[in-house]
């Protein structure tokens, strides 16, 4: 009978001694995660930090709750006035009139509109204005600004007054609708200027788009009756930019539950900076093209049939951060073709393949990045995402770093080359398995120092060039599925059930026979990595006990090459690796109480 590690003590002889609910983390602030709630559809709650996590569905909201400290990776985001050096614009459904000149908020705009029809004026938006919605104000609509700022006077859009975050809604929910004369069960309604309309949902029935295959409908007239003569019961158009949307009803009735989703609430130019805004009810959040220098910070987007937050293709240098996305439909956060682009201390949570009723489809994972390079992707906290936490495809020297991730359907799948992976913590909770990494070019992909824990299938899975070293792998079944070409070592592995959970070429073994048959993970321990709590949940969990098998076991990977002399080697927490008398295993370095480091941020 092979050797299977067991947990060792009771859960409350384990766990930390600091008191329940409490982590410091890297940024000295907690999140809270609520492990059967979830913030209710349409409502932005305010009491709790704007960065928290949500589980499960509105429909189990009246069961009690147990609510614990995962980690924090950002500030508790406070709606304050948007700073900026140039002149203001201000924006106010409730005290605004489009016939002011917007320039103070005694006499703001009213309408979304301003703001598309100031960017293509003669005398559009310039390096340094700032355009501020009112808190607390509500508008249906979207941002379209394509101008751009300059490094050192960006162009700002943001919030002014006290409240709540001023709130956009993509579904166009208060749409009026006009029956066309001449066209029998055809209504038309107002969208806002230049307004792409996505998706169009009568109930959950999905309408399908008409294109106008040439036709200038926009003339009006004969070749707008021509358009509008090509639509079937159940159609909608046109699916470009446009002010006015046309559908064809099933029933020929004036449309009721009628949903026009937009396809993004902001698009916006170079150098421009958008915060504290709250995003609803779309099909993409942010959706940005060909930008250099864009920050997204201290937003919420919720309910997103698409993705939350979109680099589309050739976005450079951009900063997505401390952004809470809820609910989304194909992926929270996704990076196209995007080069040297951060996303940092995000809260995602509930991407799923069901929103609003209606049903969606995509990667559903939290993060991707496809056919990017020199990416950023760190300090975030990831829950319930049906897909894996950070996927991938085809990417190139990207780094994902210091992520806590929990309940996902896998945990991070890199596909590409010179890609690192370090310092995360995957609790998978049984929802997904762990690590399958594919190398597409040359460079190696490192893969060190990550917890990957209750993992379902398998713990970490890869093939040439692929290096595991110094991870915890705590799992039911297979903990490695590897071939000839796999490169491992530095490991510690705990089985909570299979007998043989090592996998190499196609055959199961134990710890002992896989090591002989394999020649891989001579240096790796197969034993309880011995965390503070015998049942961990909240990141702080994952720090290793006094008598851990971990301590000291792992490799200095900073001689070993896995990173650049200028990195940083740090653990999650910021404590420099190694500490004692070698590297640690896992996500945390263990620290003796009396010689615990100030926690800092990795360089």
């Not at 196609?506 to 011995?530: I, K, N």
Request: one cysteine or more.
């Amino acid at each position: 009978m092979p050797t299977r590690c067991v947990k060792v003590g009771s859960a409350s002889s384990q766990r930390a001694q600091a008191p329940r609910g409490f982590l410091p983390s890297v940024a000295g602030i907690a999140v809270t995660v609520e492990r059967c709630l979830l913030l209710p559809t349409g409502d932005a709650r305010r009491g709790v930090p704007s960065g928290s996590l949500h589980a499960a569905a509105p429909s189990v909201a009246k069961r009690v709750c147990r609510v614990v400290t995962v980690l924090a990776f950002a500030v508790v985001f406070v709606n304050t006035e948007t700073a900026a050096s140039g002149p203001p614009y201000y924006i106010s459904s409730s005290q605004g009139d489009d016939s002011n000149a917007g320039t103070s908020p005694v006499a703001p705009w009213k309408s979304l509109d301003r703001i598309y029809l100031k960017s293509v004026s003669k005398s559009p938006f310039r390096p340094g204005d700032a355009i501020l919605l009112k808190a607390g104000d509500t508008w249906y609509g979207n941002i379209y600004e394509p101008n751009p700022g300059t490094a050192a006077a960006p162009i700002v859009i943001g919030s002014y007054g006290h409240g709540a975050k001023p709130v956009i809604y993509g579904d166009n929910e208060n749409a009026r609708w006009t029956p066309v004369q001449g066209h029998a069960g055809i209504y038309s309604t107002y969208v806002g200027v230049h307004n792409v309309i996505d998706k169009v949902y009568q109930g959950t029935t999905n309408y399908p788009s008409i294109s106008p295959g040439g036709i200038p409908f926009w003339k009006g007239g004969a070749s707008l009756d021509a358009y509008l003569n090509t639509f079937i019961r159940g159609s909608y158009g046109p699916s470009t930019a446009t002010n006015t949307i046309y559908v064809k009803t099933l029933d020929g009735q004036a449309p009721v539950n009628m949903k026009l989703f937009n396809h993004s609430l902001v698009s916006v130019g170079s150098f421009v900076t958008v915060e504290n805004l709250d995003l609803r009810r779309s099909f993409c959040g942010f959706d940005l093209t060909r930008t250099d220098h864009v920050v997204i910070a201290n937003n919420s987007v919720q309910d997103t049939l698409g993705i939350g937050i979109y680099l589309r293709i050739r976005n450079t240098n951009a900063l997505v951060e401390k952004n809470a996305i809820t609910r989304t439909g194909n992926d929270a956060i996704y990076v196209l073709e995007g080069h040297y682009n951060t996303v940092r201390g995000n809260t995602v949570s509930h991407v799923t393949n069901s929103v609003l009723g209606v049903r969606t489809g995509g990667d559903l994972c939290a993060i991707g990045l496809q056919e990017s390079s020199n990416n950023l992707v760190e300090y975030n906290a990831v829950s319930y995402a049906r897909g894996s936490a950070v996927d991938y495809y085809y990417e190139k020297e990207s780094a994902v770093r210091y992520n806590y991730c929990y309940h996902t359907g896998g945990a991070a799948y890199p596909h590409g080359t010179g890609l690192r992976v370090y310092g995360n913590i995957f609790h998978l909770d049984g929802a997904g398995n762990g690590m399958n990494a594919r190398n597409t070019g040359t460079s190696p992909i490192h893969v060190f120092n990550n917890v990957f824990y209750a993992t379902k299938s398998f713990g970490i899975m890869g093939g040439a060039r692929v290096k595991f070293r110094n991870n915890i792998v705590v799992g039911r079944s297979s903990l490695v599925v590897f071939t000839s070409v796999s490169d491992s070592d530095y490991n510690c592995y705990c089985s909570r059930g299979a007998d043989a959970p090592f996998n190499w070429s196609s055959r199961a073994y134990s710890f002992s026979q896989y090591r002989r048959a394999s020649g891989l993970d001579q240096h790796s321990v197969f034993a309880d990595p011995m965390f503070v709590a015998a049942n961990p949940f909240q990141a702080g969990d994952f720090r290793l006990r006094d008598r851990s098998p971990c301590i000291d076991r792992g490799l200095d990977l900073k001689r070993a090459g896995f990173l650049s002399p200028s990195d940083s080697y740090r653990d999650l927490l910021g404590t420099t690796i190694p500490q004692g008398n070698g590297a640690d295993i896992g996500a945390y370095e263990y620290v003796p109480k009396a010689q615990e480091q100030p926690h800092k941020r990795s360089d």
